[in-house]
């Protein structure tokens, strides 16, 4: 079953301690959702993972939209900052300030999240999944090259008056001085974000058709649980995290809430329905 982002244990934070309230956790999904959806195939989950892989997570399980690197990026002492780690150059290339990071919602800082992407050599469009995403946060230049492409080595480093291998030296697998493609790949797989599963979540294919786990609708639980009465019991949890059940004669095929009252269902000849649903656990 596919993973997907957990959206009512997904945390956020500041460095500084602040913690984003869960509206806003819900909008930084719809928006990482949004920016998946113009990719060549890649997922709002790619991106989630690459952030954590990046920033790592606080000592509560957050995400730290402005957390800073403890290596320097060059020898002028730079540091890399926020949700991709942008280096100073990149930032502002991007337009934008580091310094006002503590002060930006997480969708704010998305928005320039996506300019980043946009901006590379084939766009969005290009990035296919979630190597690709690491790939060109890390080092756009090495997108669909081979394994033998070179990323940083001691030698660049040198040559460059940089800090690139120096500073990422421990994806260097076998301590040749050379950090290549075949390097970064093997890397990439290690400590994956998705095996957390207060973050992300697997859900059956019929969950994910449903909408799951957009912001805007419900996360459904159990479907169509056969009643002693006959009839068919199905669960759901609001966007707010409340839960509700309802029941309907019939098995449900496909549903939609549409706002607090009203449920619409598609039978089983595929004729769509609406009806009005006031309490919880009220047949339909």
Same mark, same amino acid.
């Given at each position: 079953?596919?993973?997907?982002?957990?959206?009512?244990?997904?945390?956020?934070?500041?460095?500084?301690?602040?913690?984003?309230? =869960?509206?806003?956790?819900?909008?930084?999904?719809?928006?990482?959702?949004?920016?998946?959806?113009? $990719?060549?195939?890649?997922?709002?989950?790619?991106?989630?993972?690459?952030?954590?892989?990046?920033?790592?997570?606080?000592?509560?399980?957050?995400?730290?939209?402005?957390?800073?690197?403890?290596?320097?990026?060059?020898?002028?002492?730079?540091?890399?900052?926020?949700?991709? =780690?942008?280096?100073?150059? $990149?930032?502002?290339?991007?337009?934008?300030?580091?310094?006002?990071?503590?002060?930006?919602?997480?969708?704010?800082?998305?928005?320039?999240?996506?300019?980043?992407?946009?901006?590379?050599?084939?766009?969005?469009?290009?990035?296919?999944?979630?190597?690709?995403?690491?790939?060109?946060?890390?080092?756009?230049?090495?997108?669909?090259?081979?394994?033998?492409?070179?990323?940083?080595?001691?030698?660049?480093?040198?040559?460059?008056?940089?800090?690139?291998?120096?500073?990422?030296?421990?994806?260097?697998?076998?301590?040749?001085?050379?950090? $290549?493609?075949?390097?970064?790949?093997?890397?990439?797989?290690?400590?994956?974000?998705?095996?957390?599963?207060?973050?992300?979540?697997?859900?059956? =294919?019929?969950?994910?058709?449903?909408?799951?786990?957009?912001?805007?609708?419900?996360?459904?639980?159990?479907?169509?649980?056969?009643?002693?009465? /006959?009839?068919?019991?199905?669960?759901? $949890?609001?966007?707010?995290?409340?839960?509700?059940?309802?029941?309907?004669?019939?098995?449900?095929?496909?549903?939609?809430?549409?706002?607090?009252?009203?449920?619409?269902?598609?039978?089983?000849?595929?004729?769509?329905?609406?009806?009005?649903?006031?309490?919880?656990?009220? /047949?339909?």
């Amino acid at each position: 079953m596919p993973k997907k982002i957990n959206v009512n244990s997904l945390k956020l934070a500041y460095s500084d301690g602040r913690k984003v309230n =869960q509206d806003e956790v819900r909008r930084f999904v719809k928006k990482l959702e949004a920016i998946a959806k113009k $990719t060549g195939g890649a997922s709002a989950e790619d991106f989630l993972s690459i952030m954590i892989k990046e920033n790592s997570l606080d000592e509560n399980n957050a995400l730290v939209l402005d957390q800073w690197s403890d290596k320097p990026t060059n020898k002028t002492g730079g540091h890399a900052r926020g949700l991709i =780690q942008f280096v100073p150059s $990149t930032a502002k290339g991007v337009g934008l300030d580091q310094d006002k990071l503590s002060k930006m919602t997480a969708t704010e800082q998305l928005d320039y999240v996506e300019k980043y992407f946009s901006d590379l050599p084939g766009g969005l469009k290009k990035i296919t999944d979630y190597k690709d995403v690491y790939l060109s946060t890390f080092h756009p230049a090495a997108v669909g090259k081979g394994d033998d492409y070179v990323i940083s080595s001691v030698a660049l480093d040198k040559a460059d008056d940089s800090t690139a291998y120096d500073s990422n030296k421990g994806i260097d697998s076998n301590g040749d001085g050379v950090i $290549t493609n075949a390097d970064f790949a093997e890397y990439a797989q290690k400590n994956l974000p998705t095996e957390n599963a207060d973050l992300f979540q697997e859900v059956s =294919q019929e969950e994910y058709d449903l909408g799951y786990p957009n912001p805007d609708k419900p996360s459904f639980t159990e479907m169509n649980k056969e009643l002693d009465s /006959g009839k068919f019991q199905t669960s759901y $949890t609001t966007p707010e995290g409340e839960k509700k059940t309802f029941t309907t004669l019939s098995p449900v095929k496909e549903v939609n809430i549409l706002g607090d009252t009203y449920l619409q269902r598609t039978d089983e000849k595929g004729i769509q329905k609406s009806y009005r649903v006031k309490d919880e656990g009220r /047949g339909i």
